[in-house]
């Protein structure tokens, strides 16, 4: 099967500049097809790159488990360790990362004698980086649905952004799978991998398609939220992390989910007589607490159980 996902250059490229409309429309279409796309960007140079992944990620993921585990904050916040269908794995989400005094809270909390200065300017200007990435493919994305410029903007608005720093240890096996196939509860999510593969990404007819580590691109993927703001127009996709080389491996995942107290529904847009309601107002907080701590941990679509609208309530 050939592959439907596309790639976009952002290079240069500028609102209503030369290039705009066919980038924004190959972005739109990639995401109804595959639910991500490929960005080409100059948004992390060689030097930032090596001082994320060659020196912040790495201290990290070095620290005792104590101190990564005094950011545990929620579900979907701070520390996450290994677990049985992840032994090999473990994050930190440091969030609102576009705020760099809340960075450096994070940093005095796991370096507390001192703080990590390094560290904190590393995130924080990956942090500002990828949100003027995201921001443009998310208006490309919407734009190219259909979405009109001033709806666009209010969404953009109502987002907090952060950055999850991931580690997979090498397996005993060597091989195999670091993390199994599943949706991100955000509305994107940019992936960007360092050096060793292991994204893949799962394509309509069920394949898997790999994604290359490629240091001038990122993976632009949709998350649960963009499905009910585009009224399922672009699903969640459905991504795992392999190791086919048996390397250690480490990535950045740079996402926005509602501010608190936001509620996402989908765009008036997005919603007509061939388009009805697919989805009722989402509630962010309720839907993470019963994603991960409720009901939703037993479904294969929790999205769709806790917000999806069913036939007879069209």
């Excluded at 292991?198 to 240091?215: F, I, K, R, T």
Aim: glycine share 10%; net charge negative; charged share 20%.
């Amino acid at each position: 099967m050939v592959s439907l996902i596309r790639r976009i250059d952002l290079r240069g490229l500028e609102p209503g500049g030369p290039g705009w409309e066919e980038a924004r429309a190959t972005a739109a279409a990639s995401m109804a097809a595959i639910s991500a796309v490929l960005v080409t960007h100059d948004a992390l140079e060689p030097d930032l790159r090596q001082a994320l992944f060659g020196r912040a990620a790495p201290e990290l993921f070095a620290l005792p488990l104590d101190a990564k585990r005094s950011l545990i904050s929620g579900p979907v916040n701070g520390y996450i360790g290994p677990r049985p269908s992840a032994p090999a794995y473990e994050s930190v989400r440091a969030w609102e990362t576009t705020n760099s005094g809340a960075v450096r809270n994070v940093g005095d909390l796991l370096w507390p004698h001192g703080g990590n200065p390094a560290f904190c300017d590393t995130v924080s200007a990956f942090a500002t980086n990828m949100l003027g990435l995201q921001r443009k493919v998310g208006t490309m994305i919407l734009e190219g649905l259909g979405v009109e410029e001033g709806s666009v903007g209010s969404h953009l608005d109502s987002l907090n952004y952060s950055i999850r720093l991931s580690h997979y240890g090498v397996s005993e096996t060597g091989a195999g799978m670091l993390m199994k196939p599943h949706r991100d509860c955000t509305v994107l999510s940019v992936v960007v991998q360092h050096d060793v593969e292991g994204l893949e990404l799962q394509l309509q007819d069920g394949s898997w398609l790999a994604v290359a580590p490629e240091p001038g691109t990122v993976a632009v993927i949709a998350g649960e939220l963009l499905a009910v703001v585009t009224n399922g127009r672009v699903p969640a996709c459905v991504h795992r992390v392999s190791a086919p080389s048996g390397r250690e491996r480490f990535s950045a995942q740079f996402v926005s989910m509602p501010k608190d107290g936001f509620t996402v529904r989908p765009f008036d847009e997005l919603v007509d007589a061939d388009h009805p309601p697919r989805y009722k107002p989402c509630d962010f907080d309720g839907y993470v607490q019963f994603r991960f701590a409720g009901d939703g941990l037993k479904l294969s679509d929790p999205l769709e159980a806790f917000c999806g609208v069913v036939k007879d309530e069209e």
